[in-house]
């Protein structure tokens, strides 16, 4: 379908589904003032005065794409402990299905608690495993990926490295997306890099380029980065590379073209979950059937807008449609 303007776009993702696969996790916040440093170490105490609880992970990249008005299919792994009961309940409020939710008494929900003062990120503290799923969890997660499947217009996989996404969970993944016709996009972390063969959009940042490819990428050697998106194009034969460079925007080789998109300047706050927004509205351009140049440019627009914020939040959409609009892109 032919777009005529921004607006028509962002009322179009109101229709999508998007099937999430990934790691999930809870990001939780205790937010506090520093008054004196502990007589014990030389490390600050930390008054609590306020906790808070959120999804993260591929729950993050969920509540990004509920936020910009697709409907989120989530499919992930939890503990059968409190954290994991918690996360179901967050869920719920925000009228997310746990239909696609599998619950382990095998493996704890992954915890990532921030230590917060005075808009200063003092300490994190994670409680995880990156173990890989037994073979009962992974048929289980299977089950449900397909089950859910036939409804979705675009699958995300958002790999953490936590062990819920396998060289097979991928495969299969990939295999029945193609037989009914289904892209899919991949947020990479480095156990998998390589295994993600056929899919239709990859978005590595410039160190997990790098790291996958066992290459000595400077930042700025424009030309050197551009041959190993070509590298890793013939690697995965993916449709497409989408590459997030920082500072410095994004770098888009898809469908027979290449644009770098430089950044928005900005006032930075916090990069955390920059990411996880990215690759939410690159997947729905790419079900939309945007043009490479667009959908490098909404996502990098909307990654830069969310750093604006501290913690991990979702896009807001309006804010992100505002923007859009000040750009002749049409």
Same mark, same amino acid.
């Given at each position: 379908?032919?777009?005529?303007?921004?607006?028509?776009?962002?009322?179009?993702?109101?229709?999508?589904k998007?099937? #999430?696969?990934?790691?999930?996790?809870?990001?939780?916040?205790?937010?506090?003032?520093?008054?004196?440093?502990?007589?014990?170490?030389?490390?600050? %105490?930390?008054?609590?005065? @306020?906790?808070?609880?959120?999804?993260?992970?591929?729950?993050?990249?969920?509540?990004?794409?509920?936020?910009?008005?697709? &409907?989120?299919? +989530?499919?992930?792994?939890?503990?059968?402990?409190?954290?994991?009961?918690?996360?179901?309940?967050?869920?719920?409020?925000?009228?997310?299905?746990?239909?696609?939710?599998?619950? *382990?008494?095998?493996?704890?929900?992954?915890v990532?608690?921030?230590?917060?003062?005075?808009?200063?990120? %003092? %300490?994190?503290?994670?409680?995880?495993?990156?173990?890989?799923? =037994?073979?009962?969890?992974?048929?289980?997660?299977?089950?449900?990926?397909?089950?859910?499947?036939?409804?979705? &217009?675009?699958?995300?996989?958002?790999?953490?490295?936590?062990?819920?996404?396998?060289?097979?969970?991928?495969? @299969?993944?990939?295999?029945?997306?193609?037989?009914?016709?289904?892209?899919?996009?991949?947020?990479?972390?480095?156990?998998?890099?390589?295994?993600?063969?056929g899919?239709?959009?990859f978005k590595?940042?410039?160190?997990?380029?790098?790291?996958?490819?066992?290459?000595?990428?400077?930042?700025?050697?424009?030309?050197s980065?551009?041959?190993?998106?070509?590298?890793?194009?013939? @690697? +995965?034969? =993916?449709?497409?590379?989408?590459?997030?460079?920082?500072?410095?925007?994004?770098?888009?080789?898809?469908?027979?073209?290449?644009?770098?998109?430089?950044a928005?300047?900005?006032? #930075?706050?916090?990069?955390?979950?920059?990411?996880?927004?990215?690759?939410?509205?690159?997947?729905?351009?790419?079900?939309?059937?945007? *043009?490479?140049?667009?959908?490098?440019?909404?996502?990098?627009?909307?990654?830069?807008?969310?750093?604006?914020?501290?913690?991990?939040?979702?896009?807001?959409?309006?804010?992100?449609?505002?923007? =859009?609009?000040?750009?002749?892109?049409?």
């Amino acid at each position: 379908m032919q777009y005529r303007t921004i607006e028509e776009i962002f009322d179009a993702f109101d229709r999508l589904k998007v099937l #999430i696969i990934g790691d999930v996790m809870v990001d939780a916040y205790i937010w506090g003032a520093v008054e004196r440093i502990s007589p014990e170490a030389p490390v600050p %105490v930390v008054r609590a005065t @306020k906790r808070d609880f959120r999804l993260g992970g591929a729950a993050n990249v969920a509540l990004n794409i509920q936020s910009l008005g697709a &409907d989120p299919l +989530l499919c992930a792994v939890i503990g059968d402990d409190d954290s994991g009961k918690k996360f179901v309940e967050r869920l719920h409020e925000r009228n997310i299905s746990a239909e696609g939710i599998v619950t *382990s008494g095998e493996r704890p929900t992954t915890v990532k608690t921030r230590i917060m003062t005075s808009h200063q990120h %003092v %300490v994190r503290v994670d409680e995880e495993t990156d173990k890989l799923l =037994s073979k009962s969890e992974e048929d289980a997660l299977w089950k449900r990926i397909k089950s859910l499947m036939p409804q979705a &217009d675009v699958i995300i996989f958002e790999d953490y490295d936590k062990g819920v996404i396998s060289k097979n969970i991928i495969k @299969k993944t990939v295999d029945l997306a193609n037989e009914l016709g289904v892209p899919t996009v991949v947020d990479p972390k480095k156990r998998n890099f390589l295994n993600y063969k056929g899919v239709t959009l990859f978005k590595p940042n410039l160190k997990e380029l790098r790291e996958g490819l066992k290459l000595d990428l400077e930042k700025n050697d424009q030309q050197s980065m551009e041959k190993a998106v070509e590298l890793l194009g013939e @690697k +995965l034969k =993916s449709k497409g590379n989408l590459i997030t460079l920082s500072e410095r925007g994004v770098y888009i080789h898809f469908a027979g073209e290449k644009h770098l998109i430089p950044a928005h300047v900005r006032e #930075i706050s916090d990069v955390s979950g920059a990411g996880d927004t990215v690759i939410s509205i690159a997947a729905l351009g790419v079900a939309l059937k945007l *043009s490479p140049y667009l959908i490098a440019a909404l996502s990098n627009l909307g990654g830069g807008l969310v750093c604006e914020h501290i913690g991990v939040v979702p896009i807001e959409k309006a804010a992100l449609l505002a923007e =859009s609009k000040k750009n002749r892109w049409l």
